[in-house]
């Protein structure tokens, strides 16, 4: 096994630990002693460059790591059975937040579960009890319950439960024409403990309780609209069960900024069954409307960052891959690099679109401080938006 990488990290280690001994961290040279380990740090990551040799594996791929071949192979079995032979479907959306809520489960001052360790996986008749785990799967119906479509593959791997359900989230989200080709960290320990309950955000939460929990696990705002980026491959399942697979925007098929256009349209109905709890007016027949998505787009804490994102691909993107970076390895250390094994995505180039009938004058404006990009109107009447199809045992 090539160690390289982890040779290069505790070296860094070893050089760190000295400096900190030998200098009294204290106000004055506090500065100067940041200064000096982010000097060390720059030498070790030039090291590590050069010290990392790509490999060919022996199944001809080529990575950075050798220790990330293994996952080649896996990488195709996830995409076999566990994603259709690589769709951007209801199993790709899942696990994009089955990530979410296994890494959630951290808080940066301790107490609130390991993170991105796969507990959600292992641990799941506790995690699932949870009075919010009753969004993540239905426990009436049956219909969304990823953690039993992805166990048995999961077991067939080989790899731990953190590596599983980051990598299939990472997968997932590759199989998402425009989607950033996320990186995918290797070597997670097997989880400890189930994450404690009241971890994952809510629909019905404030703006406030939002933001605070996730800086309380160590996201800023700006960095918690980028994660909600993912709304634009999401479907609800059982904010209203009589309507499962309803979808968040009109191209849930595309990781594109249609969500953070069409959640600040004026809504005028409910898709389903009239109101439901966490949901709120929809624009557009077909489509569901979650109310922290419509809060969060309009609270002048994060309206900004919300409306920076409509039709600014490059940016959504290379925020939101920020910010899975992070999430992705909440909790975890002395991780291999193994990105290379990501497929890489389709891009789009495409600007996107008013839905048909739909204008600037349909637009909640909230973040008057920058100006709305002018967008084209799709042809025609306005649509209803099918369902995406839900996979049932
Ligand atoms: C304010 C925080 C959030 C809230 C309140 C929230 C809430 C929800 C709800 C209620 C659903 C529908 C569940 C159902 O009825 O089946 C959903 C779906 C989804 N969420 Fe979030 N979410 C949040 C943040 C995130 C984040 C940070 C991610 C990923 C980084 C994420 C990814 C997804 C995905 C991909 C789906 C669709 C799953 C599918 O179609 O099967 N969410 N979310
Ligand atoms: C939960 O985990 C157990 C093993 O701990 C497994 O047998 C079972 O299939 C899992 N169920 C779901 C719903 O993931
Ligand atoms: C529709 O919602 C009402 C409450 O608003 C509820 O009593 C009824 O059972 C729901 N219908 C279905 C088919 O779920």
Known sequence: ?????????SNSEFLLFPLLNIFQV???VFAR??????VVLAASQITSAALTKR?????GHVTA???CCKLFPIVDKI???LFDGGECGEEAHSALRLAFHDAIGFSIHG???GGADGSILIFNATEEAFRIRSYLTDANGGIDD?????????QETGLTAGDFVHLAAAIGTANCPGAPRLQFMFGRPAPRAPAPDLTVPEPTDSVTAILERFADAGFSAREAVALLSSHTIAAADVVDPTIPGTPFDSTVGTFDSQVFLEVLLKGSLFPGNGSQPGEVLSPLHGEMRLQSDFLIARDPRTACFWQEKINNQALMVSEFKAAMAKLQVLGQRNLIDCSDVVPVPKTLTTPIKFPASFSRRDVDIACPQLPFPNLATVAGPAPTIPPVYVYSQ
């Open 55 to 59: 490999v060919t594996c022996s199944t």
């Open 65 to 67: 790591n050798a220790a």
């Open 26 to 28: 204290n106000e004055m």
């Open 33 to 38: 002693l940041t200064s000096l380990i982010s």
């Open 146 to 154: 990823i953690t039993s479509r992805q166990f048995p593959v999961f």
């Open 79 to 81: 995409q076999q059975d």
């Open 111 to 113: 107490g609130k579960g």
């Open 1 to 9: 096994m090539d160690s390289s990488l982890e040779g290069s990290k």
